[in-house]
């Protein structure tokens, strides 16, 4: 099996530009989530989400950062109008069950902010 | 707030001598805990688990774990260090809230170990 795709691994943008960051769970799961890695610290919770439904965005920026997870295709993390503070390493980690169960985590995508 | 705390951001042993890293979180309700590993430039990877049963858990590549809920702690050793062990290791959490968890995981800041020859 498959484990958690992330692409693309390096992205690159100006000031002001979208970023879309994708990720395929593994196979058989239904559940995302997603969370950011800022420099020099640990992850930091952003949104949980199940097919077509957000479930827990309590750690999601209140402005500029959007995320879904379609009935078909990736779930996919939207940072509209990009600054140097959003520069980090996002990483998704999918998961057989809702609830507090191990998650398995993609190699993340680095974000860099010119 | 649920929070973990990870003493020492860097820890640096010898080749063969034990490893111990500490984790304590902060909870009335004792969390589920897990201990994850990353090399650079990668994901995690999830060395063990505790939910419940034995405190004593063990994990992958001789690492092993016990929670101690009298001290909250959750303190991560291997016997005899590898240059191999040498990476990011992270504490999480992850809440219980009864019907209402949703399975994030509450990360400790990480502790760099390196091993020396």
């Known amino acids: 099996n498959a484990g958690v795709m992330q692409n693309p691994r390096h992205l690159v943008r100006r000031r002001g530009q979208e970023a879309r960051l994708r990720c395929s769970p593994m196979k058989g799961h239904s559940h995302v989530y997603w969370y950011r890695q800022l420099p020099e610290e640990g992850l930091k919770f952003m949104v949980y989400l199940q097919k077509e439904n957000i479930i827990d965005e309590s750690g999601m920026p209140k402005e500029r950062f959007s995320a879904e997870f379609p009935k078909e295709g990736p779930s996919i993390l939207r940072i509209q109008q990009v600054v140097r503070g959003d520069s980090a390493a996002y990483f998704c980690a999918s998961s057989p069950h809702q609830g507090a169960y191990e998650q398995y985590f993609g190699p993340g995508t680095r974000l860099t902010v010119t | 707030a649920q929070s973990v705390t990870q003493l020492g951001s860097h820890v640096s042993v010898s080749e063969g001598a034990l490893v111990l890293l500490r984790c304590n979180y902060s909870s009335s309700v004792p969390p589920y805990l897990f201990w994850y590993v990353q090399y650079p430039n990668q994901g995690l990877q999830l060395l063990l688990k505790?939910?419940?049963?034995?405190?004593l858990v063990k994990g992958i590549n001789g690492f092993e774990a016990e929670f101690k809920k009298s001290e909250t702690s959750f303190h991560l050793t291997k016997p005899s260090a590898h240059m191999s062990d040498a990476a990011e290791y992270f504490c999480a959490v992850s809440p219980i809230h009864g019907s209402s968890n949703t399975g994030k995981l509450i990360f400790g800041q990480g502790t760099t170990l390196q091993v020396k020859p």
């Open positions: 505790y939910t419940t049963g034995a405190t």
